[in-house]
């Protein structure tokens, strides 16, 4: 399903600012001349009042298409490609949406696609968490966010007599390639996305010996070709800080080599090391290695190959009254939006490909 959605402009200083959201009929710029702009736009919000024309202009955008909360064990996950967004005004709007924290942050980033990538980043979280708050129609610049004692951002919702906020919980993750949200309601949830032909400076084994645990740098020396390792060190570090960021205690709290990932074989009830060069339908789990015969069985976790370029892994909490039970799904939806112009489900196609993890595609 895609859904092209409309246009409309607001006036900037007695400027009018146009823009079509209708993607295919979009201009092709290129990226240095795009982000220039929008860095020139920053600057001048943060040096003068935006006046909009008898409205503000966030209401100059059409409304984000409303989808309804995530059912329980289900996983919402949005992502954006910032290659597919070239339009300098949408650019532009999008940076409206921004707090004046979010545009000062953005302003003294360096380099144009890290800019570009973390802009999308914010706004993807603004108008992802306001697509489920319809009755109330929040607007996705009026969102007020802070963060835990362990730095997790959390929505800062405020109080009020006529509405209970939902139990929404979110994670956010990007690439300069990628900008990817995951949606829970009730259990914390933890993403990373990382690109597939990503290079490490380091050696892979000695990168590996630093972070990660005895038996996940046993796993990878048994790999001899240089390039299936590498594969399999980027996957087991996506799902590693998956499930650090799922926590939510930072990695002080949990360092890489405190903690091992195996997966169990459904069809066999056995156990091996993290593989996914095997067919079998698998459990990815935890075991703390503190403690090698306890495995953290309330954790769930999905490893994808996203857009043919990445991987993502997701790791949310299971909900109490599942105890724990193995074998249980994950419940997943996954959107490539650009928001306010498409919005595209695209779980159950090529474009969303199960590795490791019980998943269900809905």
């Not at 240095?32 to 040096?47: E, I, N, Q, Y």
């Not at 650019?91 to 980033?109: A, F, I």
């Not at 706004?123 to 708050?133: D, G, P």
């Not at 990817?180 to 590996?208: H, M, S, W, Y």
Request: proline letters at 5%; a positive charge; aromatic letters at 10%.
């Amino acid at each position: 399903m895609v859904l092209v959605l409309g246009a409309g402009c607001c006036f900037v200083k007695g400027y009018v600012v146009e823009h079509l959201l209708h993607f295919r009929l979009l201009a092709k710029l290129s990226q240095g001349r795009m982000f220039s702009f929008v860095s020139k736009r920053l600057s001048l919000m943060m040096m003068t009042k935006v006046c909009c024309f008898q409205r503000n202009f966030s209401s100059a955008l059409p409304p984000l298409v409303p989808v309804k909360l995530p059912s329980k064990m289900e996983t919402h996950f949005w992502y954006v490609l910032p290659d597919e967004v070239k339009s300098e005004s949408l650019l532009s709007q999008y940076s409206e949406l921004l707090s004046p924290r979010e545009k000062k942050n953005l302003y003294h980033m360096q380099g144009d696609q890290f800019k570009k990538s973390a802009l999308l980043a914010r706004v993807l979280v603004r108008t992802t968490i306001a697509r489920y708050q319809t009755n109330c129609q929040v607007n996705p610049r009026s969102l007020k966010f802070k963060k835990t004692i362990y730095g997790k951002p959390e929505v800062d919702w405020e109080n009020g007599d006529k509405w209970c906020p939902p139990p929404l919980h979110f994670n956010i993750s990007h690439t300069s390639s990628l900008v990817a949200c995951g949606v829970t309601v009730n259990v914390p949830i933890g993403i990373d996305v990382e690109e597939k032909q990503r290079r490490l400076k380091n050696k892979i084994l000695a990168f590996a010996k630093r972070y990660f645990s005895p038996d996940e740098v046993k796993l990878l020396t048994a790999i001899s070709d240089p390039e299936i390792q590498r594969q399999e060190f980027i996957k087991l570090w996506t799902l590693k800080e998956a499930y650090v960021k799922a926590v939510g205690r930072g990695f002080s709290a949990a360092p890489f080599n405190t903690f091992t990932i195996r997966a169990r074989v459904v069809k066999m009830g056995g156990f091996h090391h993290f593989d996914t060069q095997h067919s079998e339908a698998s459990e990815i789990v935890v075991e703390s290695s503190d403690d090698p015969e306890n495995l953290t069985r309330n954790w769930q976790f999905a490893l994808l190959d996203l857009a043919g370029s990445h991987y993502a892994a997701i790791c949310i909490e299971k909900e109490n009254s599942a105890g724990g039970e193995a074998g249980v799904p994950m419940r997943l939806t996954v959107w490539k939006t650009i928001p306010f112009v498409e919005d595209e489900r695209v779980s159950g196609t090529g474009a969303v490909v199960p590795i490791s993890g019980l998943i269900k595609q809905l």
